[in-house]
């Protein structure tokens, strides 16, 4: 047994539920509750279920193509180095546009504390997006068991506020059930991916596990089935007790707990928004700089302008500021990331239809593909530019003739994991 080889069950399903389990969840009840009130139940009721069939891929990949490489080396593997290059411009391009929406979550709890509305929103985006700036810049990292003690204290406030509130949820609040209409289920889908992303780390981290076609299955089910349950507790907690006031909320967590505890609730959920996003935003700055820098290296990124992690690093600030001075809402901002990530499972579920043997997990992955296709459509208009991304990338590959495709996991992207 090779030393790196001792990842158990218990482990693996944390740190999988980790990945998952992402800031966007302190405010995605609200975003969805707007686009389909209380109908928005039924599109996290979709994710989870369409959940467990891309997880199940990724695992499934994982355990027969042991590799830290994820996305990139399964589209690599199947479709060439163009497509792996689409996946890494996909995972790069989204960091800057995802910054403003995660702190924007955050952003709320602030302002619902200090005051102040949109300037107080901007100052907290700059403050955290400025802090994980000069720790990537000066090498300080958040390492893994701190990300995964950030994840254990989202799971515990949504835990709490879950059972503080729960006695004040009252049934009336499921009619009207769909105000806008049956295709705001589609439009609330299309916004939840956000709090889906990150079931491909299961393809990354099959290869550490003590027995990986054993353990790979068992701790896939016990993430999918912690996410789900989490999930569609706060969310059916948030509609019932919050009601109407739900889509119009800008700290649903806060009010939730508000409502359960009383007093001071909002000033330490705001704390804890704020630390959790912090660290969320430092792990996809530290990821994407070094993804950025290994595409240039590898002729997928122009090599004069990413060609450093610093130089990426600043990119990556600048595109971040640039994003959020622009005019869009969150809601708009978040479905244009979602549609980078829903398009990279689009690609990851289609390799996985080449590269898996017929039988069982390849029919699993053909169900996977299908729904994620489905949600990229669903995602509407904003979609459009996750294809856009994956046209330049395809076309720089072209126009340099000396791209070779990446090898860096999306997931570095997510987290640091060396302590």
């Not at 130089?311 to 990331?337: C, E, F, K, M």
């Amino acid at each position: 047994m090779s030393p790196r080889s001792n990842l158990s069950v218990a482990q693996g399903a944390a740190l999988s539920v980790g990945a998952v389990l992402g800031t966007g969840l302190i405010s995605l009840p609200a975003l969805a509750a707007e686009a389909a009130g209380p109908a928005s139940l039924v599109a996290w009721l979709v994710l989870i279920v369409l959940s467990a069939p891309l997880a199940w891929t990724f695992a499934a990949l994982g355990a027969r193509y042991p590799d830290g490489g994820g996305v990139s080396t399964y589209a690599q593997m199947a479709f060439g180095r163009r497509v792996a290059a689409a996946v890494g411009w996909c995972f790069y391009f989204a960091v800057p546009l995802g910054a403003p929406v995660a702190v924007g979550f955050t952003g709320g709890y602030v302002s619902g504390v200090l005051g102040g509305g949109r300037f107080t929103e901007l100052a907290a985006f700059l403050a955290i997006v400025g802090t994980a700036y000069a720790m990537n810049w000066f090498g300080l990292r958040v390492s893994g068991r701190v990300q995964l003690a950030l994840s254990i204290c989202l799971t515990t406030l949504l835990v709490v506020t879950v059972v503080a509130a729960l006695p004040h949820a009252d049934l009336a609040n499921l009619t009207p059930f769909t105000p806008h209409g049956w295709t705001g289920i589609g439009a609330a889908a299309a916004l939840l991916v956000w709090g889906f992303a990150g079931w491909e780390a299961l393809s990354s981290l099959s290869g550490e596990y003590r027995n990986p076609r054993r353990d790979v299955p068992r701790a896939t089910l016990i993430a999918v089935a912690v996410v789900g349950v989490l999930y569609l507790a706060v969310a059916t907690v948030s509609v019932l007790a919050l009601g109407p006031a739900l889509a119009g909320s800008r700290a649903p967590l806060a009010d939730l707990l508000a409502i359960g505890l009383g007093g001071p609730v909002r000033i330490v959920t705001a704390i804890v928004a704020v630390v959790l996003t912090l660290g969320a935003v430092n792990a996809y700055f530290a990821g994407a700089s070094r993804l950025g820098a290994a595409l240039a290296a590898e002729g997928a990124l122009p090599a004069r302008v990413f060609g450093t992690q610093r130089r990426s690093l600043t990119l990556i600030l600048l595109g971040s500021i640039v994003a959020v001075l622009l005019p869009l809402d969150l809601h708009t901002a978040a479905l244009l990331v979602t549609g980078c990530f829903t398009l990279v499972y689009v690609i990851g579920t289609a390799a996985a239809l080449r590269l898996l043997p017929a039988g069982g997990s390849r029919v699993v992955a053909g169900i996977a593909f299908v729904a994620v296709g489905g949600l990229l459509w669903l995602n509407g208009w904003p979609a459009l530019f996750s294809l856009v991304i994956a046209g330049g990338a395809v076309l720089h590959q072209a126009v340099s003739g000396r791209g070779r495709a990446s090898s860096v996991s999306p997931e570095t992207v997510r987290e640091e994991s060396s302590a």
